[in-house]
């Protein structure tokens, strides 16, 4: 079963409960050895890397400052060509 994305959905609801600009948190989780293109995603900001008990997965939290709630899925967007990855 394909998860579908309700985009506008989730952009409503970045505009009523969000300020922009604002420091918005980005977690992803990817197959160890994919960080660095989760890294592209933010490259001018800080990576916090987490690994899975199993060595296999990493979870990456980046914190970065965004202008609008279109900015923030267009990283969503960019992030979802990253072959198995996760948003959270």
Do not use: C, H, W
Request: hydrophobic share 45%.
């Amino acid at each position: 079963m394909k998860f579908t994305f309700d985009r506008e959905a989730f952009k409503e609801k970045l505009e009523a409960q969000t300020s922009f600009p604002t420091l918005y948190m980005f977690k992803f989780i990817v197959l160890s050895g994919r960080e660095d293109q989760v890294a592209a995603l933010l490259p001018n900001n800080k990576m916090t890397l987490k690994e899975s008990s199993n060595g296999k997965y990493v979870s990456a939290t980046i914190k970065a400052m965004m202008p609008s709630s279109e900015a923030i899925l267009e990283v969503y967007d960019r992030a979802a060509k990253i072959e198995g990855v996760i948003s959270l």
